[in-house]
Each structure stands twice: as structure tokens, then as C-alpha cells.
């Protein structure tokens, strides 16, 4: 069995950087491709940034390209997501995923693991 937990999330203003991270346990992380997801209140859960199992490959949501990256600790378990020039849109509870399979990509119904989530709040 496979566990996620993410952390890092908070408050930041507008334009500023926060970093959450994402630990396996239980599996090693390289052995899974990896995304990252969010979701604001009263709105689905959208994609955000995916790793592929080789950490070869990455993609971003449109909305977050240029600002986010996602990269990996393997020494850790661990994957990162680096938010810089915030946005008060960037709002949500941010959810950590893995997928046994080289790449999984956007679709969220690809993902075997889920974390429980970190809330990230970005006032204006």
C-alpha cells in the first residue's frame, strides 16, 4: 500500500512563492509517475503538473505554466511543487497522486494514490 502526504501549503500574498511536497511511503517513489491536482471550493478537481515515472517528461495546466514546477527528491520519496508569482486564482487544496505506470498526465481517473491535501491561499 501506497501513502501520500503532502504539506507546505499556507498563506502567501499575491506574487509571492510557496513549495509543497509530497512524501511516499511505503513504495519507492521512482517507481511511480507522479502528478499534482487542485480544488477550489464549489469548483472540480483540475490538473496542475505531472512527472512521468522516469522524471524524463513533465507537462503543466496551462494556468500554471512559466510559474509552477514540479521535480522530484527521489533520496526522500518526495516530490515538489514550486508555485512562484502566486495568483489569488491559485487558491485550492492542493493533492498529491501517484500512478503505477510511466505517465499518467492530466487525467485524474489514471491515478492509483491519492494524498489528503494541503490548502494553499493566496490573498490579493
Known amino acids: 500500500q501506497v501513502q501520500l502526504v503532502e504539506s507546505g501549503g499556507g498563506l502567501v500574498q499575491a506574487g509571492g512563492s510557496l513549495r509543497v511536497s509530497c512524501v511516499l511511503s511505503g513504495r519507492t517513489e521512482s517507481n511511480y509517475a507522479m502528478g499534482w491536482f487542485r480544488q477550489a471550493p464549489g469548483k472540480e478537481r483540475e490538473f496542475v503538473a505531472a512527472i512521468s515515472r522516469g522524471r524524463t517528461a513533465t507537462a503543466y495546466a496551462d494556468s500554471v505554466k512559466g510559474r509552477f514546477t514540479i521535480s522530484t527528491d527521489n533520496a526522500k520519496n518526495t516530490v515538489i511543487l514550486q508555485m512562484n508569482n502566486l495568483k489569488p486564482e491559485d487558491t485550492a487544496v492542493y493533492y498529491c497522486?501517484?500512478?503505477?505506470?510511466?505517465?499518467?498526465?492530466?487525467?485524474?481517473?489514471?491515478?492509483?494514490?491519492w494524498g489528503q491535501g494541503t490548502q494553499v491561499t493566496v490573498s490579493s
Open positions: 497522486a501517484a500512478a503505477n505506470r510511466y505517465y499518467a498526465g492530466s487525467d485524474y481517473g489514471t491515478y492509483d494514490y
